[in-house]
């Protein structure tokens, strides 16, 4: 697909991540990179913008960070038969991609600010409310936690993430040509695919895509064997929680974008067995006891398996 020509021009030796992040945006869903500082997630996400011809905003978290920096606010302003109004001065968040970069350096007040936007498409203001643009999609990059001065996402923030998509070092040959590529004269642009019109056609057009009942039942399985209590014993004790139903409702949507994107008009149990990882992982939790002997990717492959 154009798509991943399109990325692959620019980003090298990330052929997963490219294709997690066309699904992401493909299902209508957000997306959440999570990778060490250098490994080109905001370029990612500045060439994606282009190439699916999507009007960006790009917000830096930082500690200090308010609520109203991000979804705008409401100024008393004079009239000209000297009354007084208020009139809301809209924020970033009122764009089709938003780049929510380093999301884990603000504090926990101001990361729910995106709550509401990312679940229901507007947002609240003095008792206003105020629609987003379609398509609207949160792309957020994350910082290892174990780096300074960060904060964790809460459980109800991570949940409205489609995706988790971990970033991780190129290879060699990749990194080789990245050395070439750019640091010479010429700069290397994404080529615009389609508008932000299509892009919702073609939404519409994943939503459509026919389920067999093999497959439905396969995600529930694993759904349901992720949680703690529902599923192998010898898997299920070493889990504090699991997904909910909207991990479900993401599996299935990743699924047919998944087939759409690489030609098929319906998933398969591949599909299905690919994206279990980036679409769990952000939604399970390990019991304390279990931290140190097991981690949630050996958990879910144990599941998918």
């Given at each position: 697909?154009?798509?991943?020509?399109?990325?692959?021009?620019?980003?090298?030796?990330?052929?997963?991540v490219?294709?997690?992040?066309?699904?992401?945006?493909?299902?209508?869903?957000?997306?959440?990179?999570?990778?060490?500082?250098?490994?080109?997630?905001?370029?990612?996400?500045?060439?994606?913008?282009?190439t699916?011809?999507?009007?960006?905003?790009?917000?830096?978290?930082?500690?200090?960070?308010?609520?109203?920096?991000?979804?705008?606010?409401?100024?008393?302003?004079?009239?000209?038969?000297?009354?007084?109004?208020?009139?809301?001065?809209?924020?970033?968040?009122?764009?089709?991609?938003?780049?929510?970069?380093?999301?884990?350096?603000?504090?926990?007040?101001?990361?729910?600010?995106?709550?509401?936007?990312?679940?229901?498409?507007?947002v609240?203001v003095?008792?206003?409310?105020?629609?987003?643009?379609?398509?609207?999609?949160?792309?957020?990059?994350?910082?290892?936690?174990e780096?300074?001065?960060?904060?964790?996402?809460?459980?109800?923030?991570?949940?409205?993430?489609?995706?988790?998509?971990?970033?991780?070092?190129?290879d060699?040959?990749?990194?080789?040509?990245?050395?070439?590529?750019?640091?010479?004269?010429?700069?290397?642009?994404?080529?615009?695919?389609?508008?932000?019109?299509?892009?919702?056609?073609?939404?519409r057009?994943?939503?459509?895509?026919?389920?067999?009942?093999?497959?439905?039942?396969?995600?529930?399985?694993?759904?349901?064997?992720?949680?703690?209590?529902?599923?192998?014993?010898?898997?299920?004790?070493?889990?504090?929680?699991?997904?909910?139903p909207?991990?479900?409702?993401?599996?299935?949507?990743?699924?047919?974008?998944?087939?759409?994107?690489?030609?098929?008009?319906?998933?398969?149990?591949?599909?299905?067995?690919?994206?279990?990882?980036?679409?769990?992982?952000?939604?399970?939790?390990?019991?304390?006891?279990?931290?140190?002997?097991?981690?949630?990717?050996?958990?879910?492959?144990?599941l998918?398996?």
């Amino acid at each position: 697909m154009l798509f991943r020509s399109s990325l692959g021009r620019i980003i090298f030796g990330q052929e997963e991540v490219i294709e997690q992040v066309l699904v992401t945006v493909l299902s209508g869903g957000h997306g959440l990179l999570v990778g060490l500082p250098g490994l080109a997630k905001t370029k990612l996400v500045e060439s994606l913008g282009v190439t699916l011809g999507l009007a960006q905003q790009r917000i830096q978290f930082t500690p200090d960070l308010m609520p109203a920096d991000i979804i705008g606010s409401e100024i008393l302003e004079e009239t000209q038969d000297k009354s007084r109004v208020f009139r809301f001065i809209k924020g970033p968040i009122f764009g089709q991609l938003i780049m929510a970069d380093e999301i884990n350096r603000a504090s926990p007040r101001t990361q729910s600010a995106l709550l509401q936007a990312m679940q229901e498409h507007h947002v609240t203001v003095a008792g206003h409310h105020y629609a987003l643009p379609t398509p609207f999609h949160v792309l957020a990059t994350q910082n290892p936690l174990e780096q300074e001065g960060t904060y964790p996402l809460p459980e109800a923030q991570l949940d409205r993430f489609l995706m988790q998509i971990n970033v991780s070092y190129p290879d060699l040959e990749s990194e080789r040509r990245i050395l070439i590529e750019t640091t010479g004269e010429k700069s290397l642009t994404a080529t615009n695919c389609v508008s932000g019109d299509e892009l919702l056609l073609i939404q519409r057009l994943v939503r459509q895509l026919p389920v067999g009942d093999r497959i439905v039942d396969a995600i529930l399985h694993l759904i349901r064997s992720a949680r703690p209590g529902e599923g192998q014993k010898d898997i299920s004790r070493h889990i504090a929680w699991g997904p909910g139903p909207r991990g479900a409702q993401s599996l299935m949507l990743a699924a047919r974008a998944r087939a759409l994107l690489t030609g098929r008009l319906s998933p398969t149990i591949q599909d299905v067995a690919i994206l279990a990882l980036p679409v769990l992982r952000h939604r399970m939790a390990l019991t304390a006891s279990s931290r140190r002997d097991i981690s949630i990717e050996e958990i879910i492959r144990n599941l998918v398996n």
